[in-house]
């Protein structure tokens, strides 16, 4: 069972940037690619990116391509998501993820592909 648990979130202004962290308790961490999911109020959960396992892969939705960053330090069972020139429709209750399958081909981007889940950071962006 790998426990998840995210931070770094908070309010900030509009162009600003914050760094979420997610810090797993499975010692097998590194066999498993991690995603990044959000969700604001009323919406469903969105896809925003993830890393594959090996390190070797990322994946971004659109919306963040080129101002979010996925990264991970698998010696600190550690999978971080560095957010810059935040935007106000960037608000929301970010989630981070481990897939379903270690040791996966194949980068998942809909939440039906990962089995494990933090309880959620909020992330406020101020216009």
């Known amino acids: 069972q790998v426990q998840l648990v995210e931070s770094g979130g908070g309010l900030v202004p509009a162009g600003g940037s914050l760094r979420l962290s997610c810090a797993a308790s499975?010692?097998?961490?590194?066999?498993?690619?991690m995603g990044w999911f959000r969700q604001a109020p009323g919406k469903a959960r969105d896809f925003v990116a993830a890393?594959?396992?090996?390190?070797?892969?990322?994946s971004y939705a659109d919306s963040v391509k080129g101002r979010f960053t996925i990264s991970r330090d698998n010696a600190k069972n550690t999978v971080y998501l560095q957010m810059n020139s935040l935007k106000p429709e960037d608000t929301a209750v970010y989630y981070c993820?481990?897939?379903?399958?270690?040791?996966?081909?194949?980068?998942?981007?809909?939440?039906?592909?990962?089995?494990?889940w933090g309880q959620g950071t909020q992330v406020t962006v101020s216009s």
């Open positions: 890393i594959k396992w090996s390190s070797g892969g990322t």
């Open positions: 499975e010692r097998t961490f590194s066999r498993y690619t």
């Open positions: 993820a481990a897939d379903r399958i270690p040791l996966s081909i194949v980068i998942q981007t809909t939440s039906r592909g990962y089995n494990y």
